[in-house]
């Protein structure tokens, strides 16, 4: 470009185009969008308009100088194109999926071991999941551009019948399920702190009496937040594969019979719940071993346990069969 | 469609004949460089044969053009300004023969539909 003199919109225009293509190709495609412009401006001057008000409205009329670049060079104005989009958003889904609940899960019971405070537990947890989910996005979102960018033009998974999504039936596990069992577990964790920290009565002293046993602290109350952290795992693997299975049913077995199986040891040994809560309101014999209240819970749980295993049983067994529940239209149902 | 709103009925008229005419920019291009012409002179040329095409789209689309060799391009400093001019290849000659079959195809096909839609 000359320099003598000031440089016009149309240098910097041409600039603004010629700065991000290939050095190789600059000096034609400079020749030859300036003749355009110069072209277009005498037509216009010809017509009687001020020579200027021509150049502006010329270059206006050209518009953006890094979409014409992008039209020169070939490249594409989409970070991700048609092309890649299902994929990218397929695998980013998947990833955040599996990856997120997992480094939760690890990091609730690394930081537990430690014997970290709550507050400190949830804090650190949440931030260290919320960059890992972030690295995530960024990473995959890199790589697909870089996909893009380097001329891959068809999909990188083809399309498969197999892949074909199965109809919904009344079994096939809903979102509200896997939100209604997250609500639980996270009201069930919170209950067991909140009753050890802030209960309905206080002794002599001014501290809270707990509901439970002062004795689960050191082990069973991480089992049970362990076991409830499971429960929502198995929720979210449930949805995600979308039909009961074996590995699902045994898993659902397991973690019925292991929480309410332990919950029934230490009702009928006694060391669950705190005698002294129920003093309070003179009912410590009603949950005292031979109680009735004992009883009553022992049979309560028997009976919620064995309702939910023969569901997921049925569930499995219609799920392998092929065979459904009268199907059901995505409609909401509740 | 009688009470919609008459912007809402343009824009989407707009939208759809500007999908209908993406394409047929190649083929004008094609057949109108059988004699040489410079990029901003065939702007014009092609405005006035009734297909208008921006001009941040057609420059690109000629070097595209040239560099898949369906045109020749050869500057000309006979003049005081500089000019790249550009006609068709042997294989662009070729291709827009190929174009030009499927475009007729395609009219006697909308014709065929538009004639039994009618009856």
Known sequence: ???????????????????????????????????????????????????ADAERAVLLELGEPARLAAGYAGRPLALIGPALYVDYVRLLKLLLVIVLPSATLGLLIAKSVEGVELGDLIGSTVTTVLAVGVHLCFWTTLVFVILERTGTKSPLTPFDLTNLPTLPTADTPKLSGLVMTAIWALFTVGAIFWQQMFSVFDDAEGNPIPVLDAGLWPVWVPV??????????????????GRWTVPLLVGAILLIVATIGSMIWLLVTGQLLNPAYFAEFEWEHIVATDGIGTAGAVLGLTIVAIWSIVDAVLKTRRSLRGESAPTMLPFPVI | MTHSN????????????????????????????????????LLEQLSEAGIPVEGNTLYPLLRRLESQGLLISEWNTDESRPRKFYRTSPNGDALAAVLLEDWRNLQASIDTISRKAKS
Not at chain 1, 17 to 29: F, H, K, N, T, Y
Not at chain 1, 224 to 241: C, E, K, Q
């Open chain 1, 1 to 51: 470009m000359t320099t003598s003199q000031p440089p016009t919109l149309t240098d910097r225009y041409v600039w603004g185009v010629l700065r991000s293509l290939p050095e190789s190709q600059r000096a034609d495609i400079e020749k030859e969008l300036r003749a355009s412009i110069a072209d277009a401006i005498d037509a216009r001057v010809e017509n009687g308009e001020d020579p």
């Open chain 1, 224 to 241: 049970f937040i362990g076991l409830a952290v499971l429960t929502v795992l198995h929720a979210i693997v449930l949805f995600r594969v």
């Open chain 2, 6 to 41: 008459v912007w809402d009925v343009t824009e989407s008229e707009n939208a759809q004949s500007q999908e209908l005419r993406r394409g047929t920019a190649v083929l004008a291009c094609l057949l109108m460089l059988r004699s040489p012409q410079y990029g901003y002179a």
